[in-house]
């Protein structure tokens, strides 16, 4: 199962020394077309693996496992929270996603580039996850035969068959991008009071779940502080979860 990642390859990602420099239209257009075409149940059959929704499932409870000591934190809980439900979680993301691909040409003008760059790194860690899924999905059909549910057992051994160290390593790092992404744009001047405005236009003109994930992002990070040590323990913990799984440690998930 070394094949490359899906019938619809990831963007290319060019190097750039400054990323905020580059179009960012663009760079959202692509991620888009990549979303549309990893879902589309045509293009995409394994959408409807009976596999799916479970693998979701189960590793949205191994999530909530891993991030109980940031929700036990009553600082650190409304961002852990945001990361389980709009960034890393098994919530739908189709709807925000197409919301975005509708405003596209007006995003340029309303939101600052350092914004926009942020919501592409999101759509991005959405789709990479999916398609990490349906890679999953294969190896379980594969490896659990008339089997009905998952255990950390049967998903370590999928987890290896799948393989792609190198896009499990992207997919973490998407996860601190997008976190900085956000506390970053809540120092920004403006920024804040611009969500604001739009509020009620944004709900009026048919993307309120844009609006409302940009939102709920910003008051997640607003009672954060410096989100560096928050994002930085969610980086380090899950690439210890990353390691293990490679590794074949017998308890991969263990916490610390």
Do not use: C
Not at 2 to 19: E, F, I, Y
Request: a positive charge; hydrophobic letters at 45%; proline letters at 6%.
């Amino acid at each position: 199962m070394r094949r490359r990642l899906d019938t619809v390859a990831m963007p290319a990602r060019k190097p750039a020394r400054n990323p905020v420099r580059t179009d960012p239209i663009a760079r959202l257009t692509r991620r888009l077309a990549w979303h549309q075409g990893m879902y589309d149940p045509e293009r995409e059959p394994r959408n409807a693996s009976r596999w799916l929704k479970p693998l979701q499932s189960w590793q949205a409870q191994r999530l909530q496992r891993s991030f109980a000591g940031f929700l036990g934190d009553p600082v650190r809980r409304p961002a852990a929270q945001f990361f389980l439900t709009d960034l890393y979680g098994e919530h739908d993301f189709s709807q925000r996603d197409a919301d975005i691909a509708r405003v596209i040409p007006m995003m340029q003008k309303l939101l600052p580039a350092a914004l926009l760059k942020t919501v592409a790194d999101g759509i991005e860690l959405a789709v990479l996850t999916h398609a990490l899924d349906l890679r999953m999905v294969e190896a379980l059909q594969a490896l659990g035969g008339r089997r009905r549910s998952i255990d950390a057992d049967l998903y370590a051994r999928a987890y290896r068959a799948v393989g792609h160290r190198r896009l499990r390593a992207r997919q973490i790092s998407l996860i601190d991008e997008v976190g900085h992404g956000l506390w970053s744009a809540l120092r920004m001047h403006g920024v804040g009071a611009l969500l604001k405005i739009s509020r009620m236009p944004a709900r009026a003109m048919g993307f309120g779940e844009l609006q409302g994930f940009l939102e709920r992002g910003f008051d997640a990070f607003g009672g954060l502080g410096d989100a560096g040590p928050f994002l930085a323990d969610i980086r380090a913990n899950e690439t210890r979860v990353m390691q293990r799984l490679f590794a074949a440690d017998p308890d991969p998930f263990r916490q610390p």
